[in-house]
């Protein structure tokens, strides 16, 4: 059996598309096989921005980073310390 690792972590902001896409090439940077994210009842491969956007996590959702494989602590750490730092959008500039 491959090493696991699994960590959650509280959204400071909702999850948009420039962090889904940041966690999608961190996660396809790693070996280990699958790394998935979760919220909710929804688990998702975090190798895909579309998927990773269809969760549809907002500010204050429980994200869990789940990982298996050779480096699934260094995997989940990574993606987890990522999800803690998410900043909302920038608001429009004023016309």
Same mark, same amino acid.
């Given at each position: 059996?491959?090493?696991s690792?699994e960590r959650?972590?509280? +959204?400071?902001?909702? &999850?948009? $598309?420039r962090?889904?896409?940041?966690l999608?090439?961190?996660?396809? =940077?790693?070996s280990?096989?699958?790394?998935t994210?979760?919220a909710?009842?929804k688990?998702?491969?975090?190798r895909?921005v579309? +998927?990773v956007?269809? &969760?549809g $996590?907002?500010?204050g959702?429980h994200?869990t980073v789940?990982a298996? =494989?050779?480096?699934a602590d260094?995997?989940?750490?990574?993606?987890?310390d990522l999800?803690?730092?998410?900043e909302?959008?920038?608001?429009?500039a004023?016309s």
């Open positions: 059996m491959s090493p690792s959650t972590v509280r +959204l400071p902001a909702d &999850l948009h $598309a962090p889904a896409g940041q999608s090439r961190i996660a396809a =940077g790693f280990s096989r699958p790394i994210l979760a909710g009842d688990e998702v491969d975090a895909s579309l +998927l956007m269809s &969760l $996590a907002t500010r959702t994200v789940r298996e =494989g050779e480096d260094r995997a989940v750490q990574a993606l987890a999800l803690a730092a998410v909302p959008l920038d608001a429009p004023p």
